[in-house]
Structure formats: C-alpha cells, structure tokens
C-alpha cells in the first residue's frame, strides 16, 4: 500500500516563504509522476507543480518564479518552496504521485500505476 505523508503546512503573513514537504512510501517500483495540488474552499482542487512523467517540471502559470518544486535526497520525496505567498492563496495543499508498482506471480512480473493523494496540509495566509 502506497502512502503519501505531507508537512510543513500552517500559517504565513502575506509575502511570506513556507516549505512543504512529501514522501511516499510503500511497495514502489517507480515513481512516474510526483507534484502539489491545492484547493481554496469552494473552488476545484488545482495543480501547482509536479514532476510529469517524462521528467519534466510544470508549473500552474500564475505560480511560476515564486514556487520552486524540487525533489529530496531520497527519491521518493519532493519539496515545494512556496516565496511571497498572496492573500488568496490560503488552501489545502495535497501532495499527489503517480506510482508504478511491481508483482511476482506464476513466474511473470505484472506492472500496474495508481495514483494517491496525500491527506492535505493546510497553509493560510493572513496578516
């Protein structure tokens, strides 16, 4: 069973910096995709930033130049350096993979991908 566990969520004053964290865990064979979502109450739950599946970094536009996704030491861990943070971005941010996984069975390897979504960390920004 993959699990994703989140931190470093809480409060910051407008223009302030805040790091989240992420790591997976779990029977993982490969990480295909790796990134944050948020969702502001009422709204769609939308991208931030993610890893994609050819190893490329995307961006939600308006969040270009002031976050920073960026991976941990270990490879199963991402980061996201959040810098001047805006009144409106109070959210819940999930972390969300997309994981291949690998089973023996009968002599054959068997290879399948889900996706998971983190519990939500809960950043606010207010002065």
């Known amino acids: 069973q993959i699990q994703l566990l989140e931190s470093g969520g809480g409060w910051v004053q407008p223009g302030g910096s805040m790091t989240l964290s992420c790591t997976a865990s779990?029977?993982?064979?490969?990480?295909?995709?790796m990134g944050w979502y948020r969702q502001a109450p009422g709204k769609q739950r939308e991208l931030v930033a993610t890893f994609t599946s050819s190893g490329e970094i995307k961006y939600e536009n308006d969040m270009q130049g002031r976050f920073t996704i960026s991976k941990g030491s270990g490879k199963n861990m991402v980061y996201l350096q959040m810098n001047n943070l805006k009144p409106e971005e109070p959210a819940v941010y999930y972390c969300?993979?997309?994981?291949?996984?690998?089973?023996?069975?009968?002599?054959?390897?068997?290879?399948?991908?889900?996706?998971?979504w983190g519990q939500g960390t809960q950043v606010t920004v207010s002065s």
């Open positions: 969300h993979d997309d994981i291949m996984i690998r089973t023996f069975a009968s002599g054959i390897y068997s290879y399948a991908s889900n996706e998971h």
């Open positions: 779990g029977d993982i064979f490969n990480v295909i995709a």
